[in-house]
């Protein structure tokens, strides 16, 4: 194999498929990028065999073939290169050189045959989103998805799609939970569909989709049994699904409160970020204090100090002392787009909620020490 290919885009090829590779790859191959030539293309692969990312860049394919090269060594020799075309050469034994002006560096590779071949998708249905809505949906519900090995099938988003009303109206849903907090998104999207779909995506392959999909463009998702299949931009990412039962989340979901409070976004984080100061992993929990006219947002801590701040509201409700841990506020409030939100109250031992048309945030409060 011999190409030549711009520096620039190389670069960006080899960064949009090297977050796969983790550092505790037993097989050596699993650490390296397949390169595949293409007409006039060169085809960058990993995979660490429950997920694999390919993308697609333009090349001057002088000769055709296919070699590995391990990803971290390119990625460094490619940072440092200067601006141009890069020749990249393949030489027996799996000797690859890689060329720019008078610099050459020459690196160990392995045969593409070593490599895993990655599944193949056989579903017909092809479901096709505008990336920028499909990113916010991941956005919002994403960060509220379990981080804890004995609770797997929390630890990726549920997708549900569901025939709307209309022959050509969808429901797509995507369900974030860690067992404290619970993130809803809903979307009606002009799709046709000819049968509703479940399935469970693992964190790491939506933190992939997040780092490839755009605010504008489409994406392509296709579902079968096992797997699921995304294209965009030239970028192509296929991942195991969780199997399991994902939790009936709908019982978690209340019916609307009469005792809410409107508040501007950035105002209140703020108040938060000041509010988390004073938090310790074993005094975590701020309290909000509701009366007619204000929200008082205050944390003590033992040995550290004191914190107090006043929000002006408009408050109908009965006055209520309850704690939340702020972070899982900020971690919503980051993708929340509007400038204000309406954040409701029932009593000290329940749910916080924000919510919206199309969304819905839960928040378990926390015991006040």
């Known amino acids: ?37 293409q007409k006039n293309k060169v085809k960058l692969t990993t995979t660490d065999l429950d997920m694999g990312v390919s993308i697609v ?30 020749v990249i050469n393949t030489r027996k034994n799996n000797v690859v050189d890689i060329q720019l002006e008078n610099c050459e560096f020459k690196l160990m590779g392995l045969p593409k045959e070593e490599f895993p071949k990655l599944p193949e998708i056989k579903e017909k249905e092809n479901l096709v989103f505008t990336q920028e809505v ?17 609770r797997y099938v929390l630890n990726g988003l549920l997708l549900e799609i569901k025939k709307g009303s209309a022959e050509t109206e969808t429901l797509v849903r995507f369900v974030g939970t860690d067992g404290r907090r619970l993130a809803v998104v809903d979307k009606k999207m002009p799709l046709k569909i000819h049968k509703d779909n479940k399935v469970i995506i693992p964190y790491k392959t939506v933190q992939e989709l997040l780092r490839n999909l755009k605010d504008e463009g489409d994406v392509s998702v296709v579902i079968s ?11 192509v990412i296929i991942s195991r699904l969780i199997e399991g039962d994902f939790p009936d989340y709908q019982r ?49 801590t033992p040995d550290v100090g004191e914190f107090k701040e006043e929000i002006p509201i408009e408050y109908g409700g009965k006055e209520l002392v309850i704690g939340f841990n702020p972070n899982y506020f900020l971690d919503m409030l980051r993708y929340w787009r509007e400038a204000d939100f309406v954040l409701e109250f029932f009593d000290a031992e329940k749910p916080g909620v924000v919510r919206s048309a199309e969304y819905a945030y839960i928040v378990q409060p926390m015991r006040l020490n």
Not at 4 to 10: A, G
Not at 253 to 282: G, Y
């Open 225 to 235: 049994p096992n797997q699921v299949f995304f294209e965009m931009d030239g970028a």
């Open 134 to 150: 499909f990113k916010n949906m991941l956005q919002l519900t994403s960060f509220a998805v379990s981080h804890e090995e004995t």
């Open 57 to 86: 860049l333009d090349a001057e394919v002088v000769e055709p073939g296919a070699i590995t090269i391990p990803t971290k060594r390119l990625g460094d020799i490619i940072k440092e290169l200067p601006s141009g075309a890069v």
């Open 252 to 300: 978690v979901i209340p019916q609307p409160s009469a005792s809410k409070v409107r508040l501007n976004k950035e105002d209140f984080i703020l108040v938060l970020r000041r509010a988390n100061l004073l938090t310790t992993p074993d005094f975590q929990a701020v309290k909000f204090e509701l009366f007619k006219n204000k929200l008082v947002v205050s944390k003590s």
């Open 1 to 37: 194999m011999k190409i030549r290919v711009d520096k620039t885009d190389l670069q960006r090829g080899v960064q949009a498929v090297g977050n796969v590779i983790t550092p505790k790859n037993v097989l050596p191959i699993l650490s390296n990028i397949l390169f595949e030539t």
